[in-house]
């Protein structure tokens, strides 16, 4: 059976998942292709969202108008899916040192930060089971969407009005013409690449420069450990229910590939070991690759020659609290091809120009 649609879009990770989700309520007909990996950055993300810079200690690059879109789209697709993935929290950053917690207090008296950070200075150390003798930072207005429930509700969705195709996509069977996109039995007037680190293999935007690295995680099991929200000194710890915890992230540059690694969890035992004063025990770890942007501002856009061809990618660790309000601004884009110069692909245009160049040559 033919499918005719307005997107075709490859990749359901967040991504693509989200990217869907504003389209069909935007009353476009999509179908997606879906290569599934239980291992996807996606997949293993912790999936937290968080309006402060832990290294600066102040509000994040355009927080204040990610978190009202984060706040209203999540619990809204939970409705629609039926299904529990959202929860909004406050977390604590725990400070080093004195200069750490002046810092935190300077910073959370200034307006703007305000609203993403408390003044209060967190003291407690959960019955001796935290470290935390300086005090910790409260991070307001943050959560967790929890990806794996997501992406798995949204699939299920997604099949019950053939809506997606689970394959690994083929870039050679693929037809470009000015007005139609043709992969097998389907037709799209557009298509949208969202693959995450896949987008380096891809003979359209491969010129887009994409630095992929590893990010490990464990989960641990620890009983005595109470913890409510999520603390944060040079790893994460993230309660998920049952005595479990998530721990992470590392991030290896130069190691890319999908395997964990004895340095890798080494790297977050030492550091979990400086923050909880209680047993656990390790009851798995992952590894997954991610895309990172070089001036770490995700890809939006259409390629230079094919304007039906577009690309939604690179959010790297910002996925969860960037993807709702950047799909608002790349639907909005698509009519006039006209995006904002941080998000527009055609920022790295010379990368494409110059592969041509030598092409011809």
């Not at 229910?241 to 030492?270: C, M, S, Y």
């Not at 798995?284 to 020659?305: E, K, N, V």
């Not at 094919?306 to 884009?333: D, Q, R, T």
Request: charged letters at 20%; a neutral charge; hydrophobic letters at 40%.
């Amino acid at each position: 059976m033919k499918i005719k649609v307005d997107y075709l879009i490859i990749g359901q990770g967040l991504a693509g998942t989200i990217i869907s989700q504003k389209l069909l309520e935007a009353n476009h007909s999509i179908h997606v292709i879906e290569n599934f990996k239980a291992n996807s950055a996606s997949r293993i993300a912790a999936g937290v969202y968080n309006p402060v810079t832990y290294r600066k200690l102040k509000m994040a690059e355009y927080a204040n108008f990610l978190i009202p879109e984060v706040e209203l789209f999540y619990p809204k697709l939970e409705k629609l899916l039926n299904a529990h993935f959202y929860t909004s929290s406050s977390f604590l950053k725990i400070l080093t040192d004195i200069e750490e917690l002046n810092n935190w207090q300077i910073q959370s008296a200034i307006s703007k930060n305000a609203p993403f950070m408390s003044k209060e200075i967190f003291t407690s150390d959960f019955e001796n089971s935290i470290e935390n003798k300086i005090g910790a930072g409260q991070v307001l207005q943050s959560g967790v969407v929890n990806t794996t429930p997501l992406l798995d509700a949204y699939k299920s969705y997604l099949k019950l009005s053939d809506q997606i195709s689970e394959e690994q996509f083929d870039y050679s069977q693929l037809i470009i013409s000015d007005s139609l996109i043709e992969y097998k039995k389907i037709t799209a007037k557009n298509i949208i690449f969202c693959e995450g680190v896949g987008i380096s293999e891809n003979p359209w935007f491969n010129w887009l420069p994409i630095q992929k690295f590893k990010g490990e995680v464990l989960e641990i099991e620890a009983p005595t450990l109470s913890l409510t929200r999520m603390v944060n000194r040079g790893v994460f710890v993230l309660p998920m229910g049952n005595a479990r915890f998530k721990v992470g992230a590392t991030h290896d540059w130069k190691k890319v590939d999908e395997i964990p690694t004895q340095k890798g969890k080494l790297e977050l035992t030492e550091k979990l070991d400086n923050i909880i004063n209680v047993p656990y025990r390790i009851v798995s770890h992952s590894a997954g690759l991610r895309p990172a942007t070089r001036d770490r501002h995700p890809y939006i856009g259409s390629h230079p020659i094919h304007k039906n061809m577009f690309v939604f990618n690179g959010l790297g660790s910002k996925g969860v609290i960037m993807a709702p309000w950047l799909a608002n601004c790349f639907i909005n884009g698509i009519p006039t091809l006209d995006w904002p110069k941080e998000f527009n692909l055609n920022r790295f245009i010379r990368f494409y120009t110059e592969i041509s160049t030598h092409e011809k040559n």
